[in-house]
């Protein structure tokens, strides 16, 4: 429960006899009292719930109309919308100013992992998480031959997450940045590596445009500068429970750092060897990816890899009509028939890499929360739909 209040004003305008018209709208949304869990020490208790946190809204809504080109023959309107609008935590409870939250789409895999956070002054929807920096190579070590074993040079970071169930720091696992410079990669080296809230979105189309018998009409929708949390693309880059788990096509063994000499089928351990098979030595293009292989049980990781650009454009819909002149209509007893298609959801212009960038899922257990938005995991993509009909008028 909380306490709304609302505050907006807008101005209208038209010009050239209203063939442009439209409106600019600012609004200041403020929600007080709003429950929230904080920690507290108690006997017996853990946590409480109070009403204690605040969120405002506020920014500004333009709308635009015209009608364009009137003829005989032609006729074209188009209208156009944007808003811009800046979320923001005012207060969380007295002597906190932020917390941590669970998305939950790996379920128990997560292992308690807080992937979110909620900062006083920050909007709601940041994503708490490491830093990628490629992978480990074998310049990193010193290999002892005698026993196979590297260790990690002066200066180069090594892994303790997890109790270092990712493993002791080796060639091609995921390599993280030491952000504090403690020489250690832990849950103090994480930060804030992505705002799911976009900048601005919006939407435009024409929708009258007519020629002659035809009439047609399309509609988009635009969101830039939101941030996508690509679950899939963590989960589906582990092979950790069998060697016969599916994984996306940009971790194929082209991509991917690997252990095995593929002529010979043997594990190669010797680090002149290794170089030369994945790290870009001589001929040999360096491979991209980590290996799958390298993390442990399940260990499921925020980091700004798997946190990508959610903007795109989307052609929302696509209508093409066509009315019988009424010569002919006059045959079927009707005064107008008009046939049209309309197509829904044509194309998606992004540059995310997951199905579709219009996501907000934490969805295996069938829960989502307000608190940690813009997570994509098993979300079913929007479909292309294609409709026929008719339109008649008696």
């Not at 004003?9 to 600019?24: A, Q, R, S």
């Not at 490491?130 to 005698?146: E, Q």
Request: aromatic content about 14%; proline content about 3%; glycine content about 10%.
């Amino acid at each position: 429960m909380g306490d709304h209040h609302n505050s907006q004003f807008g101005i209208g305008l038209g010009l050239f006899n209203e063939k442009l018209n439209g409106t600019v709208e600012y609004y200041w949304d403020t929600a007080k009292d709003l429950l929230i869990t904080r920690s507290i020490v108690a006997p017996g208790y853990t946590s409480t719930v109070q009403n204690t946190a605040q969120t405002s809204n506020k920014g500004v809504e333009i709308t635009l109309n015209g009608s364009l080109v009137r003829r005989r023959n032609f006729q074209l309107d188009a209208n156009f919308n944007i808003g811009f609008n800046h979320n923001s935590v005012d207060k969380i409870a007295n002597g906190q100013s932020s917390l941590s939250f669970n998305s939950g789409w790996a379920g128990t895999d997560s292992k308690g992992q807080d992937d979110y956070r909620i900062i006083k002054g920050q909007p709601v929807g940041i994503v708490y998480g490491w830093v990628t920096d490629g992978y480990y190579k074998t310049t990193d070590f010193d290999y002892n031959a005698s026993t196979q074993t590297y260790t990690p040079k002066s200066g180069v970071p090594t892994c303790g997450l997890y109790g270092g169930s990712l493993g002791n720091a080796y060639p091609g696992i995921m390599k993280l940045k030491d952000l504090n410079k403690d020489g250690v990669v832990d849950s103090n080296d994480r930060q804030v590596i992505g705002k799911t809230n976009p900048k601005f979105t919006g939407g435009f189309g024409f929708d009258g445009i007519l020629f002659r018998d035809f009439d047609f009409s399309m509609m988009f929708s635009f969101v830039y500068g939101n941030k996508v949390y690509n679950a899939n693309k963590i989960a589906s880059s582990q092979d950790y429970r069998t060697t016969y788990t599916n994984l996306l096509s940009f971790m194929s063994l082209n991509n991917r750092y690997t252990y095995f000499d593929q002529s010979t089928g043997q594990r190669v351990y010797d680090p002149t060897l290794l170089a030369q098979m994945n790290e870009g030595t001589g001929t040999t293009k360096a491979k991209q990816y980590w290996s799958p292989w390298t993390f442990g049980n399940a260990v499921v990781m925020p980091t700004s890899w798997a946190i990508e650009d959610g903007s795109f454009l989307r052609m929302q819909t696509l209508t093409v009509g066509y009315t019988l002149p009424a010569t002919l209509t006059r045959r079927f007893g009707c005064s107008r028939l008009r046939f049209y298609c309309t197509a829904n959801n044509l194309f998606c212009l992004t540059g995310y890499s997951g199905y579709d960038p219009e996501v907000s899922t934490a969805v295996r257990n069938g829960s989502y929360s307000v608190l940690t938005p813009g997570v994509d995991y098993s979300s079913y993509p929007k479909s292309l739909s294609i409709t026929l009909g008719a339109n008649i008028t008696f």
